[in-house]
T-cell receptor, first 115, second 116 residues
């Protein structure tokens, strides 16, 4: 079945630094990937939709200069949190969509802690 | 616009009892509906999905859900709860199926606890 690998699973970084999170579709081509943010005990909030070879579409209220998304290939999308601050600490989850029976597949998430 | 409402942020049942997690949707187009389960510090696992075929959908781990258009509901059930079912459950709707413009909107989630 469709598998999405997300890396790293957790990361701690200093305030002011940048962190990159990778999302890979391992056995299928994902023309579209999604990035979500989840606060403790809350639902998933869609941050942006990433289409291969084009600019990401950000949801209202999401800072595109802070959360840089790159989808350079059909199997890889990256989310870079630039100049991270403690309020950026959260659980970030990616999802990839394949045509046909697979539907939407989610990565295992990345726990980001900014200190 | 599409949305889902999950009734009850926390549901607690005894082991072996019926599990019922409620979800109502709002959609201006025929929806695709999903139930996902999330264990602590993990991603989401698809339990089942409705994509305009059979209204009663069977999923993994003994879960099933019934699409009721007249009630705009897609409640998740399991006849007999198991301790391993304790997790967070999310109902979700997709606005245009698997088209290039579609995306998933999640409900607020329901935490399921199982009492021994």
């Amino acid at each position: 079945g469709a598998v999405v690998s997300q890396h790293p699973s957790w990361v701690i970084c200093k305030s002011g630094t940048s962190v990159k999170i990778e999302c890979r579709s391992l056995d299928f081509q994902a023309t579209t990937m999604f990035w979500y943010r989840q606060f403790p005990k809350q639902s998933l909030m869609l941050m942006a939709t990433s289409n291969e070879g084009s600019k990401a579409t950000y949801e209202q209220g999401v800072e595109k200069d802070k959360f840089l998304i790159n989808h350079a290939s059909l199997t890889l999308s990256t989310l870079t949190v630039t100049s991270a601050h403690p309020e950026d600490s959260s659980f970030y989850i990616c999802s990839a969509r394949a045509e046909g029976i697979y539907g939407y597949t989610f990565g295992s998430g990345t726990r980001l802690t900014v200190v | 616009a599409q949305s889902v409402t999950q009734l009850g942020s926390h549901v607690s049942v005894s082991e072996g009892a019926l599990v019922l997690l409620r979800c109502n949707y709002s959609s201006s187009v025929p929806p695709y509906l999903f139930w996902y389960v999330q264990y602590p510090n993990q991603g989401l696992q698809l339990l089942l999905k409705y994509t305009s075929a059979a209204t009663l959908v069977k999923g993994i781990n003994g879960f099933e859900a019934e699409f009721k258009k007249s009630e705009t509901s897609f409640h998740l059930t399991k006849p007999s709860a198991h301790m391993s079912d304790a997790a967070e459950y999310f109902c979700a709707v997709s606005n245009q199926g698997y088209s290039s413009a579609s995306k998933i909107i999640f409900g607020s989630g329901t935490r399921l606890s199982i009492r021994p």
